[in-house]
């Protein structure tokens, strides 16, 4: 497959590529490219046992257990032919020996009648092909039957659509929130795709699972990656390990509690139990002290003085807070609530992320110097000489200046007198022109 030149067609949802190589079709699986990824581990170890029960992976997140009846030889990655009804379905088998066996354990699965639906063969050519086709109309499919129950009325969400490898029957997943009574909309969707149809009924959360996507930890969805069976996930897991009840932080793409709530639920509830518990604010000599915050994991638990804001915060150890508490029933207030004999300073955590600028990386936008450049340079030069000439000058004749200033001041003050006396003389002609229009001008004396 690395060799081919040809187009590569990538089918994330079963986790395979095809080539098209002009007259032949070669498909080859991508190992760790499909949802509810198993590694391996046993499969090198040399007390591996093989056995005749094989998994079998299909679209998204369906997968399945078969036995091997005819002894074929296989291995992971193979693409093969499996009992259906009716007819036969397509699958990639996942895993193989002891690791079957405890998957089987983990995921309680059952089969049906106490029998392992039966692996026909290695996949055909002509089974590929058919498997292929099949796929091509699972999207137009989905879209089609959106419409469909949308035009009946009913209160449902297909959410995906699986063909049957040899296109016989087609699974279509849909979530509800009560009973939906699709009777009437098997018998479109027989008349409109020509195929069996089964309703399946799925949560919330397999349907993310289903449909995959990246996580608010920048990972990829535990229900797509590794969760097979989903337990119930309720507010008390998020207050009991202090977490703040922000229903936005809360939810995850499902719209439902992250399951991820779950994953250290027991061990806060454990070390809850051996705190001191705090009721009433902690009474001591220069007043009373609420608890603000509980380090459930360190041990340390932070008072403040105000009841509604952080202010005066002081963190002590666990310890420290049962003695007061039993001081305090006993009706007796400590001098300080932190222990005088106790050195141990509580080291704050340091913050760096206002640190760096996150534009320390991009390159700066140098404005390129040209003949305006230049131009503004030499007149902020000129003025500059300017000023430093007019600075020099005045600095050098300053007596002068000030003589030659005091005997003009009498001829400027006569000046301005005259023209004031012409100006109000014109006023009370009328309008204060003359001569054609023209503005006149004082009399020089």
Known sequence: MDNCSKKHIPEMGRGFVTCDCGDELRVEPVEGCYKLHETPWLEEYPDNVPTDIFEVRFKNTRRSYYKNVNNLPLKRGDIVAVEASPGHDIGIISLTGDM??????????????????KIYRKARPYDIERWQEAIALEHDTMIQSRQIAAEMGLDM?????EYQGDKVKAIFYYIAEGRVDFRELIKVFAERFHIRIEMKQIGARQEAGRIGGIGACG????????ISSFSSVTTNAARVQDISLNPLKLAGQCSKLKCCLMYEYDVYADARQTLPRVREPLQAMDGEYYLVKTDILGRMMSFSTSKDTMANVVTIPTSRVREIVAMNRAGKKVES???A???AAVEEPTFRTEEDSITRFDKQNRRRKGRGDRRDRGQRQGRTEERAEVQKGGDKGNGEGEHQQRQDRPQRRNNDRRGRDHRHKGNRNGGGESNGGQNSTPKQE
């Not at 079957?100 to 639906?117: D, M």
């Not at 969400?157 to 659509?161: R, W």
């Open 337 to 339: 609530i932190v222990d």
């Open 157 to 161: 969400k297909i959410g995906d659509v």
């Open 100 to 117: 079957v066996a405890k998957q089987i354990r983990r995921t309680g699965f059952t089969p049906f009648n106490g029998e392992y639906k």
């Open 219 to 226: 990972r990829e969805l535990c229900c797509a990656s590794w």
């Open 341 to 343: 004999n106790s050195t």
